[in-house]
């Protein structure tokens, strides 16, 4: 096993170790009338949803996997007292706070924070009005005093608890993305102070791509198959640009990867990233959505004197994935067994986002019975989680995971 930080070269190879994000207070901020401002259609029962998120945390630790949370990296990446104040200031200038006073009075409130995990989850939280202390008049300037009636100085992060997205790790690099809305963006700014400074990551890894882009990308839409082939999706939350940038970064530093398969598909909510309809789960099987298939677009892109290379597969799927992949043949499982309800019914609910922890294991949502059911005949032993807060947010297992280190296969 390599001695890298960052060591991901497939996506079924024995997880050895994973980062999450137990939910937080955060998630006691959604309030119904801006659940779509922050990309949520329900609110989850926290406490039920952190019993829910330690108990995955249990199931992977069971199967001999070191758990890490993105919260305790944050913190121990504030390792002296100026990145601290740069990392405060960073935070502050991306919160989108309107009034100059306002901002002035949550930076004094951040400071006095004297524990680092105390302020990385008070950042994570978010500020409601309620929250700060009252404003002398002759203080405030014209946009404090006309400000709406929005009941947040800084909007919370909810989102963070699919730690899949804010960055990738890809081979021995990163991938530090700039996300699909300005409310997750603000969430890849843990990512660049671990990877900064961070007394194990810090420093050490390459980025394949970066948060200050103009182009987005998320790391839902990142898929390691092989030491020689990566999948990427172009989706609701990823564009075609920000692939291309990705790719030649990744065959520029030497990554090892030697063809890409881009998979275009249709761009709504329910089909948010490649993830969400497509998953690796055995060295010769894959989950799939079957609502994608008429429509699926694949390429095949490759790297030859510095330029990209791209062609359009007009064979089926499960032939060109076999013979990438190197095997005789490739097993698509269908979400909810093709038939078009309960496909959706349990597509919605993260049927096909199954997080492998090793060839052939596989971490689900127990709620997709019919589904499971059918992973199970295909000789695929299933951990099941219960999910049903947890899945409010629209994410299972796979989006709720980051692997750090995977073994080799």
Known sequence: M???????????????????????????????????????DDIPYLEAAQEEHDAFANALRNEG??????????????????????????????????GRVTKKVIRQLLNDIEDNQE????????????????????????????????PFAIDPMPNLYFTRDPFGCIGNAVSLNHMFSDTRNRETLYGKYIFKYHPIYGGKVDLVYNRDESTRIEGGDELVLSKDLLAVGISQRTDAASIEKLLINCFKKNLGFKKVLAFEFANNRKFMHLDTVFTMVDYDKFTIHPEIESGLRVYSVTYENEKLHVE?????????????????????????????????????????????????VVVVYARNAVTNKILEEHGLR????????????????????????????
């Open 2 to 40: 390599s001695t890298h930080p960052i060591h991901v070269f497939s996506e079924i190879g024995k997880l050895k170790k994973v980062l999450l994000h137990r939910p937080g207070k955060e998630l006691e901020n959604l309030m119904p009338d801006y659940l779509e401002r922050l990309l949520f």
């Open 65 to 98: 996997i070191e758990v890490l949370y993105l919260e305790k990296l944050a913190a121990e990446s504030l390792t002296t007292p100026e990145i601290r104040e740069q990392f405060i200031e960073e935070y502050l200038d991306e919160a989108n706070i309107r």
């Open 119 to 150: 302020l990385i989850d008070k950042t994570m939280a978010g500020f409601q009005k309620s929250e700060l202390p009252d404003i002398p008049p002759d203080a405030e300037g014209l946009t404090d005093l006309v400000e709406s009636d929005y």
């Open 312 to 360: 359009e597969e007009t064979r089926d799927l499960a032939v060109v994935l076999a013979e990438n992949l190197g095997v005789e043949k490739v097993d698509l499982i269908r979400c909810g067994g093709g038939n078009i309800v309960t496909a959706a019914r349990e597509q919605w609910n993260d049927g096909s986002n199954t997080l492998t922890i090793a060839p052939g």
């Open 382 to 409: 299933l951990i099941k989680l219960r999910g049903s807060e947890l899945v409010r947010g629209r994410g299972g297992p796979r989006c709720m995971s980051m692997p750090f280190e995977r073994e080799d296969i």
